[in-house]
Nanobody, 115 residues
Framework: QVQVVESGGGLVQPGGSLRLSCAASGSPFSINVMGWYRQGPGKERELVATYANTGSRKYADSVKGRFTIFRDDAKNTVYLQMNNLKPEDTAVYYC?????????WGKGTLVTVSS
């Protein structure tokens, strides 16, 4: 069983930056995709960014050029660097871990962008 735990959310002003972290523990697999999804107020959960162990990265159009996903496989950790944050980025951000047809979610971390 893989456990996924996020950290790094908080309150930030528009134009500010935050970095989210997500650590996978409990015998994670070497072949995997780790990523971030978010769910804003009154919205459905949406993909933000993913990073496969192959090196392939994907981003939602709304965050391209502002967010960067990177990972440290030695620590089984994926990060989301968020720059130039906008009020519409306000959401609960969830870490997702996928491997061999299995999927695990973190409990989420709240990011609030407000002046």
């Amino acid at each position: 069983q893989v456990q996924v735990v996020e950290s790094g959310g908080g309150l930030v002003q528009p134009g500010g930056s935050l970095r989210l972290s997500c650590a996978a523990s409990g015998s994670p697999f070497s072949i995997n995709v780790m990523g971030w999804y978010r769910q804003g107020p009154g919205k459905e959960r949406e993909l933000v960014a993913t990073y496969a162990n192959t090196g392939s990265r994907k981003y939602a159009d709304s965050v391209k050029g502002r967010f960067t996903i990177f990972r440290d496989d030695a620590k089984n950790t994926v990060y989301l660097q968020m720059n130039n944050l906008k009020p519409e980025d306000t959401a609960v951000y969830y870490c997702n871990y996928q491997s061999y047809g299995m999927e695990y979610w973190g409990k989420g971390t709240l990011v609030t962008v407000s002046s």
